[in-house]
């Protein structure tokens, strides 16, 4: 499985930037994918997933309502539309690949992008 991130800079506050994850050497329509996120000096957490079918999504309290998880099956493509965005916002961002109906935990991933920067700054 191969999963590669793009889209990650510098936007200023209130701003808005679309991350792209590109995956390769997977039956993509059968993964559950994600994006989790993981900023200086912490932990990686949570951002939001898609289902495999794309029917549902789910997201991390803080980003709900700002962020939009999407998926291109013909493809094999992961969105993540940021909008409004913070400066807490400021991370790594990485896609996340599990052969499930839908990215339960952090520990349950299957596979790992090599992740893309995002800094929210004036």
């Known amino acids: 499985v191969q999963l590669i991130e793009s889209g990650g800079g510098l936007v200023q506050p209130g701003g808005s930037l679309r991350l792209s994850c590109a995956a390769s050497?997977?039956?993509?329509?059968?993964?559950?994918m994600g994006w989790f996120r993981q900023a200086p000096g912490k932990e990686r957490e949570f951002v939001a997933t898609?289902?495999?079918?794309?029917?549902?999504?789910y997201y991390a309290d803080s980003v709900n309502g700002r962020f939009t998880i999407s998926r291109d099956d013909a493809k094999r493509t992961v969105y993540l539309q940021m909008n409004n965005m913070k400066p807490e916002d400021t991370a790594v961002y990485y896609c996340?690949?599990?052969?499930?109906?839908?990215?339960?935990?952090?520990?349950?991933?299957?596979?790992w992008g090599q992740g893309t920067r995002v800094t929210v700054s004036s």
């Open positions: 996340a690949a599990q052969n499930s109906d839908f990215i339960t935990t952090l520990g349950s991933v299957d596979s």
């Open positions: 050497r997977l039956t993509f329509s059968a993964f559950a």
């Open positions: 898609i289902a495999r079918n794309g029917g549902r999504t």
